[in-house]
Structures are given as structure tokens and as C-alpha cells.
Nanobody, 127 residues
Framework: QVQLVESGGGLVQVGGSLRLSCAAS????????MGWFRQAPGKEREFVAA????????YYGDSVKGRFTISRDNAKNGVYLQMNSLKPEDTAVYYC????????????????????WGQGTQVTVSS
């Protein structure tokens, strides 16, 4: 069973930047799409970004396009989310997740297609 541990969250001012990290256990990390989701208080969890197993393709939610960048380092079993130009509406708990099927990318925006989740890291953007 893959375990995921996020880090890097915190309090930042509007317009600032943060870099989230997700450390994964296991030897098959490089076979799976990895995603980032977020959940703000009183709202449903939403898709933020995803990256394919070899980092050849990346995908973003409309609200973060042009501001966030997802990346991964398969040698380190790590996936990262660089967040720039942060806005108050980016305030949420951010979750790292592993896609259910290896070498598959269909429905990457759908959280039910991910079968392992981290505990989440809080990001707060203050105005």
C-alpha cells in the first residue's frame, strides 16, 4: 500500500509563493499518474493538477492555470506543486493522490480514480 506524506504548506501573503512536496513510499511510484487536489472550508474537494508517470504531460484546473506548476522526481519518489501569485481563494487543505491504475490517464480530474491519499497540508493566503 502506497503511503503519501505532504509538506510545505503554511501562511503566505497574497501574491506570494509556496512549494508543496509529496513523498511517496513504494517501488512502483513511476508507473502512476499523481495528482494534487484541494478542499476549502465548506466546499467540495477539487482537482488542482496532475502529472503523468514519466512527467511527459501535465494538467491543471482552470483556477490555477498559469500560476501553479506540478512536477515529479521519480528517483526520489516525489511530486511537487509550485504555487505562485497566490490568492485568498487558494486557501485550502492540499492533498497529494496516486492514480488507481498504472500507465493510465483517463479521468484524471475525478477524485474517485485515485486510490491513495496523503493527510493533507494547509495553505492559507492572507490579504
Amino acid at each position: 500500500q502506497v503511503q503519501l506524506v505532504e509538506s510545505g504548506g503554511g501562511l503566505v501573503q497574497v501574491g506570494g509563493s509556496l512549494r508543496l512536496s509529496c513523498a511517496a513510499s513504494g517501488r512502483t511510484f513511476n508507473r502512476y499518474v499523481m495528482g494534487w487536489f484541494r478542499q476549502a472550508p465548506g466546499k467540495e474537494r477539487e482537482f488542482v493538477a496532475a502529472i503523468t508517470w514519466g512527467a511527459g504531460s501535465t494538467y491543471y484546473g482552470d483556477s490555477v492555470k498559469g500560476r501553479f506548476t506540478i512536477s515529479r522526481d521519480n528517483a526520489k519518489n516525489g511530486v511537487y506543486l509550485q504555487m505562485n501569485s497566490l490568492k485568498p481563494e487558494d486557501t485550502a487543505v492540499y492533498y497529494c493522490a496516486k492514480y488507481r491504475r498504472p500507465f493510465s490517464i483517463t479521468s484524471y480530474q475525478n477524485q474517485v480514480e485515485y486510490d491513495a491519499w496523503g493527510q493533507g497540508t494547509q495553505v492559507t493566503v492572507s490579504s
